[in-house]
């Protein structure tokens, strides 16, 4: 069965229904607190796969992300780094995503980099936005997501304040851009729109990206949260992926 | 004054045998302890009895205990004479939260009281730690918060600053200030805020109402009382460190809100941290799945001196709390001020000796500070020690179960005007500034900004149909549970318009809208919870409000067989420009068998035959359109609760049998508005207003009566929704078709209204977002 690490601190908040996802599918997801991975009391190399929750972590006074990246850095940063590099996958949601990208774990167009290369900075609307998202596959290098087809479009929900991805620069951002975005937010009719269709006024309707060895992603809308049908959403595709790709390496 | 005074050791002692009146009078005032004369000399008979004299701390500590806040002194033989008896047989308990049965398995738990005063004071503190502290008391009976609700109450946001009385926010500002506060302490703390209104009455500009109400769910083997077990006991501080915030939140609360206030009383609002909360949540769930937990209660208005009272007052024992154990934020508190500081996210477990150890590693674990500060004693007395000496030593009796007071009532004056003839203006035009009038017109600036979906549980959610346009649901649904779809519907509401006119019918009139609100997704009512927010208890006709609306829920909760299984009581929410609107929010809870059948509001499938269910009556006191009119006259609707009771269960069952594609109940605005909703959030309807019988157009569209919802009806089970609702006026009023609404009425078919879904959605949709940004 595949070991997922749902980790969490405090001000973590999408633990349960991550951890539920996985759990419905047979998958075997288990909390890991940061303290009990800075304590060595859990070693990364025990899990699948790790998967970091949405939420608040420490509060986000700072910078979404900002401290949970930090932690993280201080101290598990070597193992993480090669878990990914043995190409396990690392997937964050919503402030997840905040993290990896805080890490330099994504978009990493050329390999994990020391600094963020890419913010996501404050909505547009300069406001929290809690609100259904119509987003779609793209084309790109990512391998967690294989099961889904190119151009589908998923319905899954977004509840954010800082969700607007901006890339250091323009030639980062196309090459970025190019092959590593795994998501765009769509209206109705599949077709690139504005406000509210992307609500936060991100790059190129970008809702996920990938790294650029396709195994780490990152994403602002909740598949958690719709995962059923009876709740109108496509999220449970995302978790199959997930675990496929495990699955092809294990 | 000060020779009444006299140090001894770590306290002050105040010589109240000694006093005179005026004396007494001001030590109350200049202590801050809210208590009259009468009650001061009571405690001076207490004392002489002892023979000594009291300590400012439990002079303080009778002041938390005596509060109207704490103790109901002017509510509670109301409550008693009216409402704690309706279906009692159903009620699990009935503690800081209720507790009622959800499954064979589990219980939910529900709370719901008011953070008017602070909220008035400082709105973004206010509302946070009002969230704070409705959390901690699901938690406090070992239960999963799953779900927030926020009705909040401000004054007109168009109301000019100069007319303003000083010292008093500006509504709009208010309004910003506590979604902001609700939405960063909600979201932070990851349970969604998924239920509430928002109402504005031009009563509430100098004391705005800040309700909140928070429903959680529990195995049964795992329900916790706020009450201590047995002698030997340990009792265990858990959370946030204790600081000089939130001193006096209590007897503040227990007086009319002055200009002043705001200076005087700043620190009696207490900072919220949803980030030590959150972990602590995790804490005390643990604690409580191992089975490591006798009592818990949680540490809100009073602090720890209401809390290890009341914990073992309930069950007939006393504590011994010493005080230097309690972490401090700054390190030179007094101990009067250590002992009824409100400091927010603090928790007080009660625990065995042999189980100490293991509930204090699993706070270690969590990082939230916990130690031991006191036990459980065999004598109904609680003693607090400071550094070995006694600093306080009151009988339990004395200090939690003395005070109920039968205050003087008389019946409220009738505002009702008889109605009167006017003529019809253009319906189209009306409809659409009723759309965009304050308290009709979309919540969407303030839905947006909480997270309604963590936890993913939400199954019916606070706004529905298409992404592009959404529109408000009746309830919201909430699936607890893993493995079952039984869902909890929840719903508030209360019309200030009404219950100003006529508080008696304007309360049941709440009651009807929440019932039917629940029935609309398919959920039958299973508990009301109460919040009844009033003005100064000590006018009679204050009291007589309150009186007059709780015989109505009384009469109403009787005959449906509700019980109310939580509450709270504000009285004092009063400013230099009068009193609130009588305002009795109610909390309703419904279950639901299977949440995959609920209905939602959207219209779906073109030719679908749309039903009027109930009787429309000219009850246009407090409406709307009378409002947008100028009109002040009309009787507000009437409601029958044995009619309401059947309709409820009949509209249930069609929903269950997936007779009805679409419901929506009718509320402020009337069919009209209903329709636009429903044509906003799905398709287009074209209605003929020529079965409703005997009224003028415009009263047809925008009547407010009781007891009724629109329905688009699967066009094959027709026959069966007639049969089912043999006996219930229903309407056949149109059907499902095209993008707008389009409406007729008359022999002729003259058209009325003909409006575009866009054209519909602008008005109703852009006015918040227009004057809130």
């Known amino acids: 069965m595949e070991k997922i690490a749902i980790l969490r601190m405090e001000g973590t908040n999408c633990e349960y229904e991550s951890y539920l996802a996985f759990k419905r599918l047979d998958a075997q997801p288990e909390y890991v607190h940061l303290k009990e991975l800075e304590r060595k009391k859990k070693n990364l190399e025990e899990y699948d796969c790790v998967f970091i929750p949405g939420g608040f972590s420490a509060g986000d006074y700072v910078r979404g992300g900002a401290i949970f990246a930090a932690r993280l850095k201080a101290s598990i940063f070597k193992d993480l780094k090669k878990f990914v590099e043995n190409g396990y996958p690392v997937v964050g949601i919503c402030n997840g995503f905040q993290v990896l990208i805080e890490l330099g774990m994504l978009p990493a167009l050329y390999g994990i980099s020391e600094q963020p290369e890419a913010c996501l900075t404050t909505n547009d609307s300069n406001r929290f936005e809690c609100r259904q998202t119509l987003i779609r596959h793209e084309r790109s290098v990512c391998k967690l997501t294989k099961n889904i087809k190119v151009g589908k479009i998923c319905s899954i929900p977004v509840a954010h304040a800082e969700g607007k991805l901006v890339f250091k620069d323009e030639e980062y951002a196309e090459e970025v851009n190019e092959k590593q975005v795994v998501f765009r937010y769509v209206d109705i009719e599949g077709k690139e729109a504005g406000y509210p269709w992307n609500p936060n006024g991100s790059y190129k309707n970008i809702a996920g990206i990938c790294n650029n060895e396709g195994n780490v992603l990152g994403m602002m809308p909740h598949p958690e949260r719709a995962f059923h049908k009876w709740q109108n959403g496509d999220g449970k595709e995302i978790f199959e992926g997930i675990l496929n790709y495990i699955r092809s390496i294990c | ?773």
């Not at chain 2, 701390?57 to 109301?78: G, P, R």
Request: glycine letters at 8%; a negative charge; charged letters at 30%.
């Open chain 2, 1 to 773: 004054m000060n020779k009444l005074f006299v140090k001894d050791g770590y306290i002050y002692r105040i010589d109240l045998l000694n006093a005179s009146d005026d004396e007494l009078l001001n030590i109350s005032k200049s202590m801050g302890l809210a208590l009259n004369l009468e009650e001061m000399k009571r405690i001076r008979e207490y004392f002489k009895k002892l023979g000594r004299l009291p300590s400012d701390l439990e002079l303080e500590a009778l002041a938390q205990s005596w509060s109207e806040h704490c103790c109901y002194k002017s509510s509670k033989y109301f409550l008693k004479q009216y409402i704690y008896n309706i279906a009692k047989e159903k009620i699990i308990a009935r503690e800081d939260a209720g507790v009622m049965e959800f499954d064979d398995k589990h219980y939910y738990v529900v709370a719901l009281e008011s953070h008017n005063h602070p909220s008035a004071i400082e709105p973004y503190g206010g509302a946070a730690t009002g969230i704070g502290g409705i959390l901690r008391d699901v938690l406090c009976m070992g239960a999963q918060p799953i779900a927030l609700i926020d009705p909040l109450f401000f004054g007109e946001l168009n109301v000019r600053y100069e007319s303003l009385p000083k010292g008093i926010k500006h509504p709009r500002y208010l309004f910003k200030r506590v979604v902001e506060g609700i939405r960063d302490y909600g979201n932070r703390v990851g349970i969604p805020t998924v239920a509430g209104q928002v109402y504005f009455h031009n009563s509430y500009i100098g004391n705005c109402l800040v309700n909140v109400g928070c429903v959680g769910i529990v195995k049964k083997d795992k329900l916790v009382h706020s009450r201590v077990k047995k002698p030997g006991d340990i009792l265990v501080y858990a959370g946030g460190k204790t600081g000089r915030d939130g001193i006096h939140g209590v007897t503040f609360a227990s007086e009319e809100l002055k200009e002043e206030s705001e200076e005087k009383s700043i620190t009696a609002v207490q900072l919220g941290d949803p980030i030590t909360k959150e972990p602590l949540i995790h804490a005390c769930l643990e604690c409580n799945e191992k089975g490591l937990i006798e009592g818990m209660k949680d540490m809100g208005g009073g602090g720890l001196s209401c809390v290890c009272s009341e914990i073992a007052y309930e069950a007939g024992y006393g504590t011994e709390v010493y005080l230097e154990k309690v972490p401090l934020r700054e390190e030179d508190m007094k101990p009067w001020e250590i002992w009824v500081s409100e400091s927010q996210e603090r928790m007080l477990l009660v625990v065995k000796e042999e189980n100490l150890k293991e509930v204090l590693k699993i706070f270690e674990e969590w990082d939230v500070e916990a130690v031991p500060i006191g036990k459980v004693i065999e004598e109904p007395i609680i003693r607090i020690y400071y550094k070995n000496q006694i600093v306080g030593e009151l009988d339990l009796r004395f200090q939690v179960g003395a005070l109920e007071y039968r205050r003087e009532w008389i019946k409220p004056k009738g505002r009702e005007r008889e109605d009167i003839d006017f003529e019809m203006p253009d319906l189209q035009s009306t409809l659409l500034k009723i759309l965009s009038s304050y308290n009709v017109c979309s919540r969407e600036w303030v839905i947006r900004q909480y997270d309604f979906e963590v936890r993913g549980s939400t199954v019916i959610k606070p706004l529905q149909g298409n992404i592009e346009m959404q529109s408000h649901s009746d309830a919201v649904v909430i699936k607890p549970l893993e493995d079952s779809f039984k869902g909890l519907a929840i719903t508030t509401d209360i019309n200030p318009y009404y219950t100003s006119l006529n508080p008696y019918h304007g309360t049941c009139s709440a009651i009807d809208e929440a019932c039917r609100n629940l029935a609309a997704v398919g959920a039958r009512i299973s508990s009301f919870a109460d919040c009844l927010n009033f003005g100064n208890p000590e006018k009679p006709e204050r009291m007589g409000e309150f009186v007059y609306c709780l015989k109505a829920l009384h009469d109403m909760a009787s005959v449906l067989d509700v019980p109310f299984v939580s509450g709270n009581v504000s009285f004092y929410n009063e400013s230099t420009i009068g009193s609130v609107a009588p305002t009795p929010t109610i909390m309703a809870i419904g279950i639901v068998k299977d949440v995959r059948k609920c209905a939602t509001i959207d219209f779906k499938k073109e030719e679908n035959p749309i039903y009027l269910i109930g009787e429309t009556k000219k009850e246009m006191g407090g409406s709307e359109y009378y409002k947008l009119l100028g009109i002040n006259a009309g009787r507000v609707p009437r409601s029958d609760a044995k009619v309401l009771k059947n309709s409820m269960e009949k509209v249930v069952r069609a929903i269950e049998d997936g007779i009805i594609a679409s419901c929506h109940d009718i509320s402020n605005g009337g069919l009209a508005v209903t329709l636009a909703e429903m044509v906003i959030a799905g398709k287009g309807a074209e209605i003929c207003l020529y079965s409703i019988p005997n009224l003028r157009t415009d009263f047809k569209l925008f009547s407010e009566s009781n007891t009724r919802w629109v329905v688009e009806v699967n066009k094959e089970k027709e026959e069966e929704f007639r049969k089912l609702f043999e006996d219930i006026p229903t309407y056949k009023i149109g059907i499902v078709k095209g993008k707008g609404l389009v409406i007729y009425d008359g022999d002729e078919m003259k058209k009325y209204v003909d409006l575009d879904k866009k054209e519909l959605y602008e008005s109703w949709n852009n006015r918040l977002w227009k004057e809130m940004g």
